[in-house]
């Protein structure tokens, strides 16, 4: 997906590994207005994700933000900066292995994978994260945003 053409704003990156979260905040301000997309979040540790948990109010800018993260940085973000999932709240997307935005088909397939692995529906999986018993492994965070229930991670 080109993200300059889906925001019509010019797109900068900004890596957030090994970086304060204070550095970070002051690189997404300056300038406020572009779309900005936020790497190297994968290598947070906890103390780095609850420090950007509490400072998420920091973020807040004119211009879009996206966060890309692997399955186990999501997974992270979800366990380490809960008020910061729930800001992003259903907000979240799976992207295909080229980079872009997975067709229907290849989330079809990815589905079918993980059912016939966990020999679960995705049912089950909705109502086991509705009733908080849905283990953290990343692929079930993966599976959750597949099935549109992002919300639920």
């Given at each position: 997906?080109d993200?300059?053409?889906?925001?019509?704003?010019?797109?900068?990156?900004?890596c957030?590994?090994?970086?304060?979260?204070?550095?970070?905040?002051?690189?997404?301000?300056?300038?406020?207005?572009?779309?900005?997309?936020?790497?190297?979040?994968?290598?947070?540790?906890p103390?780095?994700?609850?420090?950007?948990?509490?400072n998420?109010?920091?973020?807040?800018?004119?211009?879009?933000?996206?966060?890309?993260?692997?399955?186990?940085?999501?997974?992270?973000?979800?366990?380490?900066?809960?008020?910061?999932?729930?800001?992003?709240?259903?907000?979240?997307?799976?992207?295909?292995?080229?980079?872009?935005?997975?067709t229907?088909?290849?989330?079809q397939?990815?589905?079918?994978q993980?059912?016939?692995?966990?020999?679960m529906?995705?049912?089950?999986v909705?109502?086991?994260?509705?009733?908080?018993?849905?283990?953290?492994?990343?692929?079930?965070?993966?599976?959750?945003?597949?099935?549109?229930?992002?919300?639920?991670?």
């Amino acid at each position: 997906m080109d993200l300059a053409a889906k925001f019509d704003v010019p797109v900068r990156r900004v890596c957030a590994a090994g970086r304060p979260v204070g550095q970070l905040r002051a690189d997404l301000q300056a300038p406020d207005d572009d779309a900005v997309l936020i790497t190297g979040l994968d290598r947070f540790d906890p103390d780095h994700w609850r420090a950007l948990d509490i400072n998420r109010s920091g973020l807040a800018r004119r211009g879009p933000i996206v966060l890309w993260l692997s399955a186990e940085g999501l997974t992270n973000l979800c366990s380490w900066a809960p008020n910061l999932k729930s800001f992003i709240g259903g907000s979240m997307f799976a992207a295909a292995s080229h980079g872009g935005v997975m067709t229907a088909e290849e989330r079809q397939q990815r589905l079918e994978q993980l059912a016939a692995h966990y020999r679960m529906s995705g049912e089950e999986v909705i109502r086991l994260a509705e009733s908080g018993a849905l283990p953290t492994e990343p692929q079930f965070v993966e599976w959750l945003v597949l099935l549109g229930r992002g919300d639920l991670v």
